[in-house]
């Protein structure tokens, strides 16, 4: 039984003349402590699953639980980061990451002594004290996992966070997030649409498809490269041969999409 079960998940948006199919009739289970990668093209649904995941967006129909139980008795188990790291630019770094305990007020001065230790741990010790402005994108970037981090959720939904990122910064935080979340034996959804990065980070990856948006395959990436940091994956043999797979997959998507 997974830890995370989402059960025939179809959602429709509505407005008031028209109504577009996000989602079909979409089931996953996801076993704790594993890193699965949604992996699709642009308009497949991503954003919206993993909306749904977070309990943002209630959907038309189906259900999705965690441990068995209602995602809505679970909402402090989740921790949700997004592409634009969202950091306040009037408040500085450690300030940042204590927005979440400080809207929930308990343990306060327990939360400060937790952040100081998560930014050391990420190597920002230098820059607790800073404002935004004077980070660097892949720093920015660390400051918004630690801050996704300070609530210690066991599940972490993870939406393109390094697509913003210059190619070299992206690759160092690939590592690092992948050894943290394996330190803190973390389950974790990323949304990407980079085939090497699903590969190198992930457990399993789910191929979707687009109108509507459903999972069209399951890849398990093989035990040789999940054992590897994601720069050490990229060189392994088996890594092109799953990317290859992917991408002549996804391509006869796209081909069949535009007919
Ligand atoms: P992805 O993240 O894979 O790019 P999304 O989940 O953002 O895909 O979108 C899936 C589909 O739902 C797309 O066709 C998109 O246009 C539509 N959609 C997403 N959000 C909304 C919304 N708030 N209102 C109406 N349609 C939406
Ligand atoms: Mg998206």
Same mark, same amino acid.
């Given at each position: 039984m997974g830890f995370l079960q989402l059960k025939q998940i179809t959602h429709y948006y509505f407005n008031s003349s028209s109504y577009t199919k996000a989602l079909n009739n979409l089931s996953i289970s996801v076993d704790e402590g594993t890193f699965i990668s949604l992996l699709g093209p642009s308009g497949c649904g991503k954003t919206t699953l993993l909306s749904i995941m977070a309990g943002i967006i209630k959907p038309t129909f189906g259900s999705v639980s965690i441990n068995n139980k209602p995602?809505?008795?679970?909402?402090?188990? &989740?921790?949700?980061?997004?592409?634009?790291?969202? $950091?306040?630019?009037?408040?500085n770094i450690i300030d940042n990451v204590l927005i979440g305990p400080k809207i929930v007020g308990s343990q306060y001065n327990e939360m400060i002594e937790k952040a100081k230790q998560l930014l050391i741990d990420m190597g920002l010790k230098d820059v607790i004290k800073a404002y935004p402005t004077s980070l660097s994108g892949g720093m920015r970037q660390r400051v918004a996992l630690a801050r996704t981090l300070i609530t210690n959720p066991s599940l972490l939904l993870l939406d393109e966070p390094f697509s913003a990122l210059d190619f070299q910064t992206k690759?160092?935080?690939?590592?690092? +997030?992948? @050894?943290?979340?394996?330190?803190?034996?973390?389950?974790? &959804? $990323? +949304?990407?649409?980079?085939?090497?990065? %699903? &590969? @190198?980070?992930?457990?399993? &990856?789910? $191929?979707?498809? %687009?109108?509507?948006g459903e999972i069209h395959q399951q890849f398990e990436v093989p035990i040789e490269i999940r054992d590897l940091s994601p720069f050490e994956a990229r060189k392994h043999i088996k890594y092109q041969h799953l990317f290859d797979r992917i991408w002549e997959e996804l391509n006869r998507l796209e081909t069949k999409s535009a007919i």
């Open positions: 995602l809505e008795k679970n909402q402090r188990e &989740i921790g949700y980061m997004l592409q634009q790291d969202y $950091l306040f630019p009037w408040k690759l160092k935080l690939e590592d690092f +997030v992948s @050894a943290l979340l394996k330190q803190y034996h973390k389950t974790s &959804i $990323l +949304v990407t649409h980079d085939i090497g990065e %699903a &590969i @190198a980070m992930s457990d399993q &990856i789910y $191929l979707m498809s %687009a109108n509507p």
